[in-house]
Nanobody, 124 residues
Framework: QVQLVESGGGLAQAGGSLRLSCAASGRTFINYAMGWFRQAPGKEREFVAA????????YYADSVKGRFTISRGNAKNTVYLQMNSLKPEDTAVYYC?????????????????WGQGTQVTVSS
């Protein structure tokens, strides 16, 4: 079992930045690939970014490429999402998730554990 707790969400202006953190506890964090997803009201949960177990390979949705950066600190059992140049359409609840495979997927169904989510609101 892996427990995930997100933090760092809040209100930002368009063009601003936020940094999300996801702290993991339970089974060995380093064994898991990690991902960030988001869900806006009335929409399906969508892939944002993912990182493999070592942090050497990252994946991004086209909508955030060049603006968001995913990273992980295995010594701290934490994964981060640095969000720059925020847009109102980035407004959503952001979730981190753990994938027990070495290479992360981009579908929510491929992930094994989820955090409770943190709200990000971007005003225009």
């Amino acid at each position: 079992q892996v427990q995930l707790v997100e933090s760092g969400g809040g209100l930002a202006q368009a063009g601003g930045s936020l940094r999300l953190s996801c702290a993991a506890s339970g089974r060995t964090f380093i064994n898991y690939a990690m991902g960030w997803f988001r869900q806006a009201p009335g929409k399906e949960r969508e892939f944002v970014a993912a990182i493999n177990w070592s942090g050497g390979t990252t994946y991004y949705a086209d909508s955030v490429k060049g603006r968001f950066t995913i990273s992980r600190g295995n010594a701290k059992n934490t994964v981060y999402l640095q969000m720059n140049s925020l847009k109102p359409e980035d407004t959503a609840v952001y979730y981190c998730a753990a994938d027990r495979r070495s290479r992360p997927g981009q579908s929510p169904a491929e992930y094994d554990y989820w955090g409770q989510g943190t709200q990000v609101t971007v005003s225009s």
